[in-house]
């Protein structure tokens, strides 16, 4: 007797779902394509089947995040000035991480997930377009070092355990404010 098939589609969303879910617990650099489908029930040929590799899922994971980051960086480069651009691109932070707490949670530290995405000429692009849009037009050594702080401190306070029962319009009220009063700082000369 031959298996029931998920519907087209659903099967990418299965691997996904269960991939974040094992990412989570064990890091990208641990979790196999054959734990997906054990965890799963069914094959590393099905896996295989939906996904070529590890790499490709992980690409699948951020793929949302990713496109809402691209949203928000157009926005900000549209603003009429780099004030207004770099309040925009903040929030846009904010709110790419606020939407994907689970996937920042759990590919923030991981060196694979640095290596599959540092290879993504479009994730570092938009890096680049976000790092710009926060540095703004002559950046001060003090702005320098303010920035991937900032965005470190975003990522990590989404992803952060201790911060998950704070509902997300208070922890973004939050992040909002400490990183404006952090670009607001790093503006003046010391």
């Keep these: 007797m031959a298996r029931p098939q998920a519907p087209r589609g659903q099967g990418r969303a299965r691997v996904l779902a269960a991939a974040l879910e094992l990412f989570a617990l064990h890091g990208v650099s641990g979790t196999s394509l054959q734990m997906i489908g054990d965890h799963l029930g069914v094959t590393k ?39 207004e651009s770099t309040v925009v691109a903040l929030d846009g932070l904010i709110d790419v991480v606020l939407a994907h707490r689970q996937v920042v949670a759990s590919m923030l530290s991981d060196p694979e997930v640095t290596r599959i995405l540092e290879a993504h000429e479009d994730f570092n692009d938009l890096t ?21 702080l900032l965005a470190l401190g975003i990522a990590h306070a989404g992803a952060d355990p ?7 319009d208070t922890l973004r009220a939050e992040m909002r404010h400490l990183g404006r009063v952090l670009v607001e700082a790093s503006s003046r000369t010391p």
Excluded: N, W
Aim: hydrophobic share 45%; no cysteine.
């Design 128 to 148: 680049t377009r976000l790092g710009e849009q926060l540095l703004g037009p002559e950046p001060s050594q003090r702005r320098a070092v303010a920035v991937p």
């Design 162 to 168: 201790h911060l998950v029962d704070m509902d997300d």
């Design 45 to 83: 040929a099905a896996v295989y089947y939906q996904f070529h590799a590890k790499e490709d899922i992980v690409l699948a994971v951020v793929e949302s995040a990713v496109e809402q980051l691209r949203g928000h960086i157009e926005a900000a480069e549209a603003a009429p000035t780099p004030e």
